[in-house]
C-alpha cells in the first residue's frame, strides 16, 4: 500500500504541472481576442453597427458603470452607439489577463480608459465574457466597472 501511495504521489507530481491551466493554441487564441477586444475598441469609436453585430453573441449582455443593464443584441447596440455619440472622446482597451474557462470560454479583463475631447479622463476596468462560436472568438457578456474612491 505505501508503494502505490508514494507511486501515485510521485506521478502526480510529475504530470499535474502538465495538465493545469493547458489548453491547446492558448497563445494562439490569446492574440485572438485581444484582437477581438481591440476591434470591439475600434467599432465603438467608429460607431461601426456592423462590426459590432459580427463580434457580439444575439444574446449578449452588458452592464455598464452606471449600473444599466443591456440585454440581448439589439438593446446593446443602441446602447453602445448612443453611448458613443454622447460621449464623444477616444475609448482604449488594454487587455491584462486573459483566463480560460474551457477551451471556448474564456474572460478577458481590460483596463479601459476614456479620454473626454475636453481633455478629461475616465479610468474603469472592463471584463469580458468570450466564448469560440462559429469557428471564431466573439463576446458574449461585457461588465463595465468605475472604481469607487
Known amino acids: 500500500m505505501k508503494n502505490f501511495l508514494l507511486t501515485t504521489f510521485i506521478l502526480f507530481l510529475f ?5 493545469a491551466q493547458n489548453i491547446s493554441g492558448a497563445k494562439e487564441d490569446e492574440q485572438q481576442i485581444i484582437s477581438l477586444i481591440d476591434q470591439y475598441s475600434k467599432a465603438r469609436e467608429t460607431k461601426d453597427a456592423e462590426l459590432l453585430k459580427s463580434i457580439l453573441v444575439k444574446d449578449i449582455d452588458q452592464l455598464v458603470s452606471s449600473g444599466t443593464w443591456r440585454r440581448g443584441i439589439d438593446t446593446a447596440l443602441e446602447g453602445m452607439m448612443r453611448s458613443s ?19 471556448t470560454s474564456a474572460i478577458a479583463d481590460a483596463r479601459y480608459k476614456v479620454t473626454n475631447t475636453d481633455g478629461s479622463v475616465r479610468k474603469m476596468w472592463s471584463t469580458f465574457i468570450v466564448i469560440y462560436e462559429d469557428n471564431r472568438w466573439k463576446i458574449a457578456a461585457i461588465r463595465n466597472m468605475l472604481p469607487a474612491g
Open 85 to 103: 455619440a454622447s460621449r464623444p472622446g477616444s475609448r482604449t482597451l488594454a487587455v491584462e489577463t486573459i483566463r480560460f474557462l474551457n477551451p
Open 15 to 19: 504530470f499535474a504541472p502538465t495538465y
